[in-house]
């Protein structure tokens, strides 16, 4: 897709992130805001993430510029066209209906990879057909092996090449705004978030035309229909436990495409995971949801990149909000990016136009980026980097 192809999806009412959060504010019903909003604890951790990529400072080159400026990267030997891709989000059907389609879609279009999360509204199977099966897939590792070995079997036969596992959920975030509003396990539909649902009449409509959402890649594993406490006892009962060596070395001698661990922020992971030949990481603290008393992962990015760049694939998520956070963190080492929040407030903001939307504005933001800086492509970006002399 040229530059002219992709701003026609741009709506120059909502330029920046923050517009469309606010917009996303005034149409989610209060209880799916809050949890797609929300970090955990204090929200720390959720607001470090951007304080610190925003610390990152790039130099510009002026006299000597290149002859072309390129966005597009190659990963996992796939050509893509911007250096950033949709992270896994759950229950997005929940904060606006049929979100993972509509991200899946526009992925599909801008030509960046879409990873699904085992616990989102989309099957399997709808979203490789969305994407003609360049879709990533995020693994909760579930307590069953009958259950792992069905779901590594549907992804493999829908042609999914990337398969993300996910470290950094051993236990539940405890996030107040999801304890008070009832979204906690097994979830609770309060009269209060009824009563939202109804104060939001496009959420409510497109609700109606798309039916109640389901964790749709579960359906035939729940054994017929289940009303909410069963189905909280279900998710409960399954994914329970946390992802270890042990499993990680099953997942690595049953998938044979490429493998990758999310939520490493640490050297003793990161060489754990190099020993078993996993292809690479997402440094990643799931957007600040899971300890609000860990790092911003710009901090353990930089230094995981400087360490171990030439023995896997380093991504980052949590923070990125914009085209100079996208450059910041590739100068800072990152191979790729990828953001949730972002592409799921364009959805609300925007209904169906929203992932479009939100991602010819971030390539938009980061080739002015490039251009600025008078750097060539995104590979390079790591030179314009100003490095702490402290
Ligand atoms: C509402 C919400 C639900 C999420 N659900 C999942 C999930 O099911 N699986 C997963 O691996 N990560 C999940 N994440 C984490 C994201 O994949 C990603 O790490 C995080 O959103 C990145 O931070 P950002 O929102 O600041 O871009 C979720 C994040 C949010 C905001």
């Not at 609770?188 to 409510?204: C, E, G, H, R, V």
Request: proline residues 6%; hydrophobic residues 40%.
């Amino acid at each position: 897709m040229t530059p002219q192809e992709y701003m026609q999806d741009f709506d120059s009412r909502y330029p920046a992130t923050a517009d469309l959060r606010q917009r996303a504010y005034k149409r989610m019903p209060k209880f799916a805001f809050e949890y797609l909003d929300g970090g955990c604890n204090e929200d720390v951790n959720r607001d470090k993430n951007m304080a610190d990529i925003q610390q990152v400072e790039l130099e510009p080159r002026y006299l000597t510029p290149p002859p072309a400026y390129d966005i597009t990267t190659t990963l996992f030997g796939e050509q893509y066209d911007a250096p950033f891709g949709v992270a896994p989000v759950g229950l997005q059907g929940l904060m606006w209906p049929n979100s993972p389609v509509i991200l899946a879609r526009a992925a599909r279009r801008h030509n960046i990879p879409f990873i699904l999360s085992t616990v989102t509204t989309a099957s399997i199977e709808t979203i490789a057909r969305e994407t003609d099966g360049k879709a990533w897939f995020q693994l909760y590792y579930p307590a069953e092996q009958e259950i792992l070995f069905d779901i590594m079997d549907r992804t493999k036969a829908n042609g999914y090449k990337v398969f993300v596992a996910l470290a950094d959920v051993p236990t539940f975030g405890y996030r107040p705004r999801d304890i008070r509003n009832g979204l906690a396990m097994p979830p609770k539909m309060t009269a209060a978030n009824i009563l939202q649902m109804f104060m939001n009449p496009q959420w409510a409509f497109k609700s109606l035309i798309h039916g109640k959402p389901n964790f749709e890649s579960l359906v035939k594993y729940m054994g017929g229909k289940m009303n909410l406490r069963q189905l909280g006892k279900f998710m409960d009962q399954t994914f329970n436990g946390r992802l270890d060596l042990e499993k990680l070395k099953i997942l690595r001698d049953r998938w044979d495409g490429k493998l990758v661990v999310k939520g490493i922020v640490n050297e003793a992971d990161c060489e754990e995971v190099i020993q078993l030949g996993i292809d690479g990481i997402i440094v990643s603290n799931h957007g600040g949801r899971q300890l609000d008393a860990g790092q911003s992962t710009i901090v353990p990015l930089a230094n995981l990149a400087a360490k171990y760049k030439d023995k896997l694939t380093i991504m980052m998520d949590s923070g990125i909000r914009s085209g100079p956070d996208i450059a910041r963190t590739l100068a800072s080492g990152a191979d790729f990016t990828f953001m949730g929040r972002p592409f799921m407030y364009s959805v609300g903001a925007l209904g169906k136009r929203g992932g479009n939307h939100a991602m010819a504005m971030m390539k938009r933001q980061l080739q002015q980026v490039l251009e600025q800086l008078g750097c060539p492509n995104v590979e390079q970006l790591p030179e314009y980097l100003i490095q702490d002399n402290d």
